[in-house]
């Protein structure tokens, strides 16, 4: 999985220092995930009640809500399988904000499931965190 989203340090153009950040990130959270830790998982997410998630249940805010809702869906390792992460697009707004698009994969014994995600990351106390996370599938 590194593989997937270390590709962009093999490429043309160079990565810059925020890029590298926000993809070790994720690949700390697809470890995280594929050791059964969801806390360690939701480190990449920021601590607040104004994280916003949007997916098929709507919108919710809150990390408290979102923790809760990971813990419930993916209650056992059954449910968690193994992640996979794609990254396809990273667009720097500013030097505050990132907009990250890529495609989610779980291989899963009791069914695998997919889909597409948007993140918007901030640079908080100069460490990106995903402040808003849109998730289809």
Not at 65 to 83: F, V
Not at 99 to 112: A, C, E, S
């Amino acid at each position: 999985m590194l593989a997937l989203l270390s590709l962009a340090a093999f490429s043309q153009t160079p990565v810059s220092p925020d890029e590298q950040a926000i993809r070790k990130l994720m690949a700390d959270q697809v470890d995280a995930w594929n050791r059964g830790s969801i806390d360690d998982f939701m480190k990449g997410y920021w601590q607040d009640d104004s994280l916003q998630f949007v997916g098929k249940s709507g919108v919710s805010y809150g990390y408290v809500n979102a923790l809760r809702h990971y813990k419930q869906t993916y209650a056992s390792p059954e449910q968690m399988g193994r992640l996979f992460f794609t990254l396809l697009k990273i667009q720097p707004l500013s030097p505050e904000y990132c907009f990250v698009t890529g495609k989610w994969f779980l291989k899963r014994t009791v069914g695998d499931i997919g889909g597409y995600y948007t993140l918007l990351f901030r640079k908080i106390e100069s460490q990106w965190k995903i402040v808003a996370d849109h998730t289809s599938g």
